[in-house]
């Protein structure tokens, strides 16, 4: 996770993306990767895994003004 936001500082979103993924294959349900790589997707106009991805973490986190 922490690779993939220092990445994507960097402007480097295919690297925060697959760091993303990365983190994901270890943790599936840690919803802070499932946002950061939703959100990530989003800026690289992949809307349709964005939504996917940004569907996933509002379901766990409903409070979350971002997640929605």
């Known amino acids: 996770l922490n690779l993939g936001v220092l990445s ?5 979103l295919e690297a925060a993306i697959e760091s993303y993924r990365r983190a994901l294959e270890l943790a599936p349900d840690h919803a802070d990767s499932v946002l950061r790589l939703g959100l990530a997707l989003q800026r690289q ?3 349709e895994e964005s939504i996917a991805q940004l569907d996933r973490v509002a379901a766990r986190r409903p409070s979350d003004p971002i997640a929605q």
């Open 45 to 47: 106009e992949k809307f």
């Open 8 to 12: 994507e500082k960097r402007g480097e």
